[in-house]
């Protein structure tokens, strides 16, 4: 039975190494190129770490009454091997706990670096809007006064005689109305940034 055990145990060690190898190399692809990272691997690391835990759990136990003397089918003498295993399934159990955690975390440090993602795309997404509204803000008193005064035909607006000067004016005035509008909304940045 011992020789067994010990098989088993030697395979659940087996198991472990290829868990971290795993582990790392998902580790790896997160950190480095993150647009091919699945976050799926992780669930599945730390699914098959459960099971594998649960496994070293109940291993563990049964080893823990054999070292106790609760089996009398054992000799005094093989208890001592037993130890040896009890120990070995003690610190792979400790193993798949640290993994575990490790997995724990690297989910939520996947999680970061999406909201972080997310926050970028935000950002750049409110910087465009308020340009775009900043534009509008400037152009909309243009825009209605050109609406207004582009409805008419020059003769209605000036007498055919004074039109040159007149659309001159105009146009001298939007400027100076864009320029003001402008202006206006710098000051409110300044004092926004303040706040």
């Not at 799926?40 to 699914?47: E, F, G, W």
Request: charged share 25%.
């Amino acid at each position: 039975m011992h020789i067994i055990l010990d098989y088993i145990v030697d395979q659940k060690f087996t198991a472990i190494e290829s868990l971290e190898d795993e582990l790392n190399k998902t580790e790896d692809a997160m950190i480095g190129e993150h647009s091919d990272f699945k976050p799926a691997d992780l669930q599945y690391l730390r699914r098959d770490l459960l099971a594998l835990r649960k496994s070293l759990f109940h291993e563990r136990e049964i080893l823990l009454k054999i070292c106790r003397k609760d089996c009398h089918y054992i000799p005094e003498k093989a208890i001592y091997h037993y130890h040896d295993l009890y120990d070995h399934l003690t610190k792979f159990f400790e193993l798949t706990e640290t993994d575990r955690e490790i997995v724990t975390s690297l989910i939520e440090i996947n999680l970061s670096m999406l909201n972080i993602k997310t926050a970028k795309i935000a950002n750049k997404t409110n910087v465009t809007l308020r340009r775009l509204t900043y534009i509008t803000t400037i152009f909309m008193p243009l825009t209605l006064l050109a609406g207004i005064g582009g409805m008419s035909e020059w003769t209605m607006m000036t007498k055919p005689e004074n039109w040159k000067l007149s659309y001159s004016l105009f146009i001298l005035a939007m400027a100076v109305i864009g320029i003001a509008n402008y202006y206006v909304l710098l000051r409110f940045e300044k004092k926004d940034k303040k706040i």
